[in-house]
Nanobody, 116 residues
């Protein structure tokens, strides 16, 4: 298991940008993918972006071309650069680490609010 702490959320106007960070501590040896999820009020948690151990990236269609996931291994930090934000991007964003030997690790979440 790892401990994940997200930061960088806040209030931004539509069209603006935010960068979320997720700092990790613990054992990373069995992690095969890092992801960002989000959950809007009254909706299920959904996958936004994922980056594999090998560096492959995948995005939900709703954020493709606007969001970029990246990882700085030296800083043990996962990022989500969010550009051209829309009101429908408003949600709590969660960092996730997928383990090959057990359940995923989750952060506590960071609120992103996009005003129109």
């Amino acid at each position: 298991q790892v401990q994940l702490v997200e930061s960088g959320g806040g209030l931004v106007q539509a069209g603006g940008s935010l960068r979320l960070s997720c700092t990790a501590s613990g054992s990373f040896s069995d992690i095969f993918a890092w992801s960002w999820f989000r959950q809007a009020p009254g909706k299920q948690r959904e996958l936004v972006a994922v980056i594999t151990r090998g560096g492959n990236e995948n995005y939900d269609a709703s954020v493709e071309g606007r969001f970029t996931i990246s990882r700085d291994n030296a800083k043990n930090t996962l990022y989500l650069q969010m550009n051209s934000l829309k009101p429908e991007d408003t949600a709590v964003y969660y960092c996730n680490a997928a383990h090959s030997t057990g359940p995923s690790s989750w952060g506590q979440g960071t609120q992103v609010t996009v005003s129109s």
